[in-house]
C-alpha cells in the first residue's frame, strides 16, 4: 500500500470543527482512503472511507482533494469522547490473492480541551 | 452480536513459556489477522488468514505461529515467550478477501507481559 503522512499531534477545543490532513502523495488510482481511530485502551474502530468523492456519515466527514494526494477527515463539533489516535490508510484493491491488509502509521494523536 | 471476542484480556508469561491467545467472530468474515502495538507506536502485522485452512505471514511473524481451522476462530500461538513480545495484541476481522472497501472490525486486545 502507498503511505501516508500525518501529523503526530493535533489539539481542538470542545464543540469546536476539527480538521485532521492527511498527505498520500503517491496514491493509486484504485487506492481506497480510509480512516480509523483508536481511543484510549481500545482496539482501533473504523471512521470513514472514500474513493474519489467527499463523504459523510454519523461519526465524521471526508473531503478528498481533486487530485486524490490529499485528504481531510473532518469531526464537525469535538467531543471529550473524540480524543484518540487517527489513522489515514490506503487500501489497495488486489489484483489476484486479493490479501491487502491494513498498514498503520503512527497516526495523528487528537487532543480536545474542554 | 459480539463481534470480535479476544480471550484472556490480560496475561502475565515467564520467558520461555508458551500460550494461546484466542480469538473469535461471529459475523461469518472471511478475513481475519493478528496485530501488536508497541508503546507509542501503531500497529504492526503478525499473522493473517484468508480463510479457513489460509494463512500467511504479516511484517513481524517470527515467534508467533496461526491456525485457521473453521471460520470463526484465529487463534494465536507463542510458542516460547520472550520480553520482546510483551506488548498488546489485537485480532481484526473483516468480510471480504477484496479488502479495499471493507471495513476491518477489532477485539479489544490482549495485553501480553513477558518477564
Known amino acids: 500500500d502507498a503511505k501516508t503522512t500525518q501529523p503526530n499531534s493535533m489539539e481542538s477545543n470542545e464543540e469546536e470543527p476539527v480538521h485532521l490532513p492527511c498527505n498520500h502523495s503517491?496514491?493509486?488510482?484504485?487506492?481506497?482512503i480510509h480512516w480509523y481511530r483508536q481511543l484510549p485502551s481500545q482496539g482501533p474502530e473504523y471512521v470513514i472511507h472514500?474513493?474519489?468523492s467527499n463523504v459523510n456519515n454519523r461519526m465524521a466527514s471526508l473531503a478528498i482533494a481533486e487530485d486524490r494526494k490529499s485528504s481531510t477527515l473532518i469531526l464537525h463539533r469535538a467531543t471529550l469522547r473524540d480524543a484518540a489516535v487517527y489513522y489515514c490508510?490506503?487500501?489497495?484493491?488486489?489484483?489476484?490473492?486479493?490479501?491487502?491488509?491494513?498498514?498503520f502509521g503512527k497516526g495523528t494523536r487528537l487532543s480536545v480541551i474542554a | 452480536n459480539a463481534g470480535v471476542t479476544q480471550t484472556p484480556k490480560f496475561q502475565v508469561l515467564k520467558t520461555g513459556q508458551s500460550m494461546t491467545l484466542q480469538c473469535a467472530q461471529d459475523?461469518?468474515?472471511?478475513?481475519m489477522s493478528w496485530y501488536r502495538q508497541d508503546p507509542g507506536m501503531g500497529l504492526r502485522l503478525i499473522h493473517y488468514?484468508?480463510?479457513?485452512?489460509?494463512?500467511d505471514q504479516g511484517e513481524v511473524p517470527n515467534g508467533y505461529n496461526v491456525s485457521r481451522s473453521t471460520t470463526e476462530d484465529f487463534p494465536l500461538r507463542l510458542l516460547s515467550a520472550a520480553p520482546s513480545q510483551t506488548s498488546v495484541y489485537f485480532c481484526?476481522?473483516?468480510?471480504?478477501?477484496?479488502?479495499?472497501?471493507?471495513?476491518?472490525?477489532f477485539g479489544a486486545g490482549t495485553r501480553l507481559s513477558v518477564l
Open positions: 488468514s484468508v480463510g479457513a485452512g489460509i494463512t
Open positions: 503517491t496514491i493509486s488510482g484504485t487506492d481506497y
Open positions: 472514500g474513493l474519489t
Open positions: 459475523m461469518n468474515h472471511e478475513y
Open positions: 481484526a476481522s473483516s468480510y471480504s478477501r477484496r479488502l479495499a472497501k471493507n471495513i476491518q472490525y
Open positions: 490508510i490506503l487500501r489497495a484493491t488486489a489484483r489476484n490473492s486479493g490479501n491487502t491488509p491494513l498498514v
